[in-house]
T-cell receptor, first 115, second 114 residues
């Protein structure tokens, strides 16, 4: 079955550094999402993306965050200047409203550790 | 706005016993409801979902859940727990077709006692 893939699986960075997390959604999906899960806490919505623009974002998704679909396959999350509290597992997801409507398909996650 | 409440952050059951994980939701529109499982150091895997139709839905690994509109609940059950069921379970709600953004509960960690 097609799956969402994420890279890197784990990244360690220094506070203040820029980080880019990459995702390859399922090929025929058109809606893309980023969620994050701080250790021991619930999964939180960050942003949704459709037709090359953000369709919705949460309060967490401030000016330090950005998303991009630089080509036909990748979907990236950039954190401009990382903070300690950005340490979390970041999940990418995609969906197909014409197929299995209502269902998000999640990647395995990228664990970000900010020192 | 939608919300999900999962009662019990930790649940322990004996191997072979009934598993019951509780989930209540709040939604201003007919909800789509989901249960996801997360094994240690892994991503989120869909267990089952309710969108429309039959209110009792069956998922993978012998799990099932029943949508009860009058109780705004979507509890997850499994008749007989297996050691491999030990994981974190998340209930989630969305507005469904046209807005698949998920709102998650805080999760329930299921421990299986041998």
């Amino acid at each position: 079955e097609p799956e969402v893939t994420q890279t890197p699986s784990h990244q360690v960075t220094q506070m203040g550094q820029e980080v880019i997390l990459r995702c390859v959604p399922i090929s025929n999906h058109l809606y893309f999402y980023w969620y994050r899960q701080i250790l021991g806490q619930k999964v939180e919505f960050l942003v949704s993306f459709y037709n090359n623009e953000i369709s919705e974002k949460s309060e967490i998704f401030d000016d330090q965050f950005s998303v991009e679909r630089p080509d036909g396959s990748n979907f990236t999350l950039k954190i401009r200047s990382t903070k300690l509290e950005d340490s979390a597992m970041y999940f990418c997801a995609s969906s197909d409203r014409q197929g299995r409507a209502g269902e998000l398909f999640f990647g395995e996650g990228s664990r970000l550790t900010v020192l | 706005a939608q919300s999900v409440t999962q009662l019990g952050s930790h649940v322990s059951v004996s191997e072979g016993a009934l598993v019951l994980l509780r989930c209540n939701y709040s939604s201003s529109v007919p909800p789509y409801l989901f249960w996801y499982v997360q094994y240690p150091n892994q991503g989120l895997q869909l267990l089952l979902k309710y969108t429309t139709g039959a209110t009792l839905v069956k998922g993978i690994n012998g799990f099932e859940a029943e949508f009860k509109k009058s109780e705004t609940s979507f509890h997850l059950t499994k008749p007989s727990a297996h050691m491999s069921d030990a994981a974190e379970y998340f209930c989630a709600v969305s507005e469904g077709f046209g807005n698949e953004k998920l709102t998650f509960g805080t999760g329930t960690r299921l421990t299986i006692i041998p």
